[in-house]
């Protein structure tokens, strides 16, 4: 089974030349999209050293936002799975086998890694959970974290949910089109490693994900 890792990136210079490696060295059949999402030099100059073999680099000219480079990336997709990485080393690509293990023993479409956070701000844990909560009373479900990034879906059915978010926000127009096409999402602890440097997700990004949760309540799938 082939798995298709998307990688936004913006200015993560610092971190993203050691999860490359650290991507790459996962032993699976896997095809590697970097999204380069607007960044600076210093990032353009780490990801021209850092991407060879399996990597395949695509440039936005200007920065659109994490929904816009994840849509970019999955219009290219070819794997028959497909998991989303962010680049600043909280989450483990070491864990992807047990996600696909998860995936394959279960006959899913949909299997989420669920975080630790209790090193998270509480504020930001709190934020999670309301979230989280949000989506169980308004699809009926009972996922553990819905904001988690590792989320291992089939790619025909990813490409299928007509995604149209711009930013944060796409993680819950993901869940919420999963849920509203009667998708069961697969739930398995994953390792996580908060880091406070360089974080772009802030507590106001939870009006907008609250907002997706509502607009996509009525969505149906094609």
Not at 113 to 141: C, F, I, K, P, Q
């Amino acid at each position: 089974m082939k798995l298709t890792v998307i990688i936004p990136i913006y200015n993560e210079a610092s971190t993203l030349g050691a999860l490359l490696t650290r991507v790459e060295a996962v032993d699976i059949e896997k095809e590697i999209l970097v999204v380069d999402d607007g960044s600076d030099d210093e990032t353009k100059e780490a990801l021209n050293a850092a991407v060879s073999g399996e990597t395949r680099l695509i440039t936005h000219p200007e920065n659109k936002g994490k929904g816009s480079a994840i849509r970019t990336a999955l219009s290219q997709a070819t794997g028959d799975t497909v998991i989303i990485q962010d680049a600043d080393l909280e989450y483990f690509p070491e864990d992807y086998a047990n996600l696909m293990a998860v995936y394959q023993q279960n006959n899913a479409q949909a299997v989420y890694g669920v975080r630790d956070l209790r090193h998270r701000s509480w504020l930001m844990r709190w934020g999670n959970r309301a979230m989280t909560m949000a989506t169980n009373v308004l699809y009926g479900h009972r996922l553990k974290d819905m904001e988690t990034c590792y989320k291992m879906v089939d790619r025909k059915l990813f490409q299928s949910l007509d995604l149209r978010s711009r930013r944060f926000e796409i993680e819950a127009e993901i869940t919420a089109k999963l849920l509203r096409s009667g998708v069961k999402i697969y739930e398995t602890p994953i390792r996580y490693e908060h880091r406070e440097e360089g974080k772009k997700l802030t507590p106001m990004d939870g009006l907008p994900t609250l907002q997706k949760l509502l607009e996509c309540r009525f969505w149906r799938p094609s």
